[in-house]
């Protein structure tokens, strides 16, 4: 099959133990970096959300609220992703792109990634608690859920697309705490949907992305096929489209309205979008589909512009 080469550079062989020497205190402090995957801090950029829809994200509370939830979410995010690392470090050296990731290539020691990961989560806590006892409370809620798949779900098929999925609706929903706005029904089902069409995807590109002897590092992959998470996208993808043109048509009135509906184009866009890249093999990393698809971009920009417009004239 056809890949991307942007998206997804060559992959040599899988290594089973990391290289022999001691890395320099420099080379363990730019990996612990690395190992934090700071990338994918842009799905925390969902606590943006929940308040650029109730249109509070350009008054100064608002803002505020939103930057506490967002750095609180990356700190714990770090953490949670130097602890996962940690407990796969042993499957992640037999797969061949993970086995560069800073723990299991060695760079990175497993204690110091869980002692740096203790001391991220705590940061991650207390800026929480800064935003207020109830956004300390649905961070507290995600550390749970990301410590119960890495120590569990992650090996339950199904569940732990679920799991996954769920950890993007907490961030979703930490936005709409931190600055005290309701959430409406319409915006969980989105981000829900939403989020079980990109992990079904990623799981997906995974699957095709397997080496040729037919080992997979993800148990759960073992479980999988192609065609059944293809249905699951499908499925998520379709009804994600019909809820989000339910709420852009039946929720607005007037000028809002007419921008709310032309957003629906972009939309429908951005989803077939990812469709045909995860068709071609390169989906494992949603976060770097954003930074690299200029296509993507251009479509949800000109959502986002027609939303925003939508927004200020409700």
């Known amino acids: 099959m056809k890949r991307d080469s942007a998206l997804n550079p060559p992959m040599g062989p899988p290594v089973a133990a990391p290289p022999a020497g001691t890395p320099s205190r420099r080379s363990r402090a730019a990996g612990l970096l690395r190992a934090c995957r700071p990338r994918q801090w842009l799905k925390n950029a969902l606590v943006f959300a929940a308040p650029a829809a109730a249109g509070v994200l350009t008054t100064g509370a608002g803002l505020r609220g ?11 995010a770090g953490g949670s992703y130097l602890f996962n690392d940690a407990a796969d470090v042993a499957a992640d050296r037999r797969h061949p792109r993970k086995r560069l990731r800073p723990i299991a290539a060695g760079i990175v020691s497993v204690r110091l990634a869980r002692t740096a990961g203790a001391v991220l989560l705590a940061a991650g806590l207390l800026a929480g608690l800064a935003g207020g006892w109830p956004l300390a409370a649905v961070v507290t809620a995600y550390l749970a859920l990301t410590f119960s798949y890495t120590l569990w779900l992650k090996h339950q098929p199904v569940v732990d697309l679920v799991a996954v999925a769920g950890c993007h609706v907490v961030r979703a929903y930490a936005g709409a705490v931190a600055v005290s706005v309701p959430v409406t029904s319409w915006f969980l089902v989105v981000v829900s949907l939403g989020s079980l069409l990109l992990v079904a995807g990623k799981r997906e590109a995974e699957l095709r992305a397997r080496p040729g002897d037919g080992q997979v590092a993800r148990a759960t992959l073992e ?92």
């Open 66 to 76: 939103s930057l506490v939830a967002f750095a609180a979410f990356c700190l714990a």
């Open 223 to 314: 479980t999988y096929t192609a065609s059944y998470l293809g249905h699951v996208r499908v499925m998520a993808s379709g009804a994600m489209i019909v809820t989000y043109c339910l709420w852009a048509l039946q929720e607005h009135t007037g000028p809002a309205k007419a921008f709310c509906a032309l957003s629906i184009v972009p939309f429908v866009l951005v989803v077939l979008r990812h469709a045909l890249l995860v068709d071609r093999g390169v989906g494992e990393e949603p976060e770097e589909l954003v930074l690299r698809d200029r296509p993507l971009q251009v479509f949800l920009a000109l959502m986002l512009i027609l939303l925003a417009c939508g927004i200020q004239l409700a």
